[in-house]
DNA sequence: ATTGGCACTCGCCCACCCGGAGTGCCACCG
DNA sequence: CGGTGGCACTCCGGGTGGGCGAGTGCCAAT
């Protein structure tokens, strides 16, 4: 018995499932693929990846369907790549370069991918923690109040508003002045990871009346910098879980947008999967290790950095979505996200 | 016969109608509320409500429910307002109170609304155009560009870059902080409306080597505060869609979806119902406009605003919502809202 | 105007049945 | 020993038909 013709039976259950939807029989099988043998052997090849956990059939007398463990060995060894056509590469790109802003592309290249997949798409804004800064502004805005502006390379600005009342009462001009002017050398042209021994020793410069208000600054800009630095997610394409695929979920997709809705959720997803070795990862049902999302899978990849990704952009459907095909756009989306940000 | 009755009859159906989700019948009517009267001449008085098209049955033989005529006049006439319990009040308040910066606010005001109505909640960004500005401010990002950051006595901060390569090659530390000043001295504590003119004077002041310059600015800033004034939209909740009312949408509420992701959609609509005359605004079914949103209706309530409202924040449901209930809620959050802000 | 009564209409549910697709197994063959 | 044709069996899905019950409209009586 042949093990190559086995992993082709799979493959074949699996593109067949992906069509059709319905369960998957013998003779409809040597149909359409010419696999070269009688659907009898088939039958047989069948009972052995039902043996090994690849498929099931929903009940007695009826075709088989994948289970995680089947997408799971198509994915890995079975999938054939499929390649973007030359106008898709060129309209991915015009696309994306059409944009004036960080918001503007995050948002275009979002949007995109929905489109691409027909599924949810997520892009998750480049981390603040990995990007390397560009300007730090300080503005007073009286009231004791003081805003502190954070210019990452990528484009990306971050702002939060500090209250000194109880810190420093009276802010001079001056003061600010000079703060803006040490904190940008300190800081410009620096990742976080460089930035925290610099950042602590720059109260010893000031006078120590003006020691609270630095520290109180730097402990502003370190935040932001670390708590927030993953937290900000784009979704687009809601809609197309509803549209392709209502029956795709047994009971409804309640859970599903619950989970999507809860941002910490695929925030942990992402964070897990930019752990996962290859560029291009994927979670399938249980993987996801989330109750609202084992009827679904996640392709995610990277972008925006040659050896560290500074985020990841993915796209969620069905468990029986065209893995060649998602993995295909998410990957050329990314790459082109990439090159955008990187211009 | 009394028209009285009529109306009564009409409201007895919406409540029923809302809890029970099925056809509601002459008999049932009469057994759960007290009208005095029998099942005969509840027959008489529905059919004349039917006549007027206040109701309709699905089929022969089947219970009446409400046209969207029906819930209008309901909305308008019959609906018995439900006061917030003092509990509620304060955990509401509570609740917005907490909130650190803007982002945060609008964050946790749509999420409450979502958990109260149990449906989807929408708030709009308080409009930059009818806010005072707090404070303008320019940085020098290198490489010809210059950031502009636009904060408003709100708290929102808005920021956009701007290319001067064309404009302006060379760019000085001295005319950046001279327009800087000037352009606060104008522009502080204005809202859009008081500013168009004034600032369109600003670039006589400056020397005709900088007029380019200013002039630049001073667009940006114009167009930022026009264009964009109603732009941003916060969703939370559309999984209540999936969760409570799967049923309520004939065929899938991927339409439903669709238009929720449509924010131009929703920005229209919000804007037609500012011009509505009272505080909170209902529109139910096809007065919505929007094909995807036939099956829905919308409540919304302005915020923010003494005279006008800043912004408005609603909920967006099934036809057969808790139209009371949700009214209530809509204007709780909206009055919170209001209070948080401006404090 | 209101009411009780009554004939009538349909949608819903359930039970039943049949066809067809698909399986597992077995005996046979190269 | 793997592949194949044949066959009995299973079981889902869909179609049919009948009874039930909720609800209506109408009418004659009060």
Redesign the pocket.
């Known amino acids: ?2 093990d190559d ?1 086995r992993l082709d039976v799979l493959r074949a259950i699996v593109e067949d499932y992906v069509v059709t939807r319905e ?6 099988l040597v149909e359409r693929h010419s696999l ?6 088939i ?2 090849d ?2 052995a990846l ?1 043996e090994g956990g690849y498929i099931v ?1 929903p ?6 369907v994948p289970t995680d463990r089947g997408y799971r060995l198509f994915v890995d060894r079975l999938a054939t790549v499929k390649a973007m056509s030359s106008p898709e590469k060129r309209a991915i790109q015009a696309f994306l370069e059409d944009a004036v802003d960080l918001d503007d592309v995050v948002d275009r290249a979002v949007r995109l991918l929905a489109q691409l997949t027909q599924q949810v798409a997520v892009v998750q804004y480049p981390s603040l923690r990995r990007s390397a800064l560009r300007h730090l502004e300080l503005v007073d805005l009286g009231e004791h109040r003081l805003l502190v502006v954070i210019i990452t390379d990528t484009g990306r600005v971050e702002q939060r508003t500090l209250d000194l009342s109880t810190i420093a009462p009276a802010l001079s001009e001056e003061t600010v002045a000079l703060l803006r002017v040490r904190l940008n050398v300190v800081a410009t042209g620096r990742r976080l990871s460089e930035l925290v021994v610099p950042l602590g020793e720059l109260a010893d410069a000031f006078p120590s009346t003006d020691q609270a208000l630095v520290r109180a600054v730097v402990q502003v800009v370190e935040e932001t910098l670390t708590e927030e630095s993953e937290e900000r997610l784009v979704l687009a394409g809601t809609a197309n879980l509803a549209r392709t695929g209502a029956h795709d979920f047994t009971h409804t997709l309640g859970p599903v947008l619950e989970a999507l809705e809860e941002q910490v959720v695929l925030l942990r997803l992402l964070g897990e999967m930019a752990d996962d070795a290859a560029s291009v990862s994927v979670r399938i049902g249980r993987e996801t290790h989330h109750e609202g999302l084992v009827e679904t899978s996640f392709v995610t990849s990277g972008y925006g950095g040659e050896d560290a990704a500074l985020a990841r952009i993915g796209s969620i459907g069905p468990l029986r979505m065209d893995y060649p095909g998602t993995i295909a756009s998410v990957r050329a989306v990314a790459r082109y996200l990439s090159r955008v940000l990187a211009g």
Chains 1, 2 share one sequence.
Do not use: L, W
């Open positions: 018995m042949s013709r369960p998957v029989g013998s003779r409809a070269g043998v009688s659907s009898a052997t039958r047989n069948m009972a039902e059939q009940h007695t007398s009826a075709g088989r």
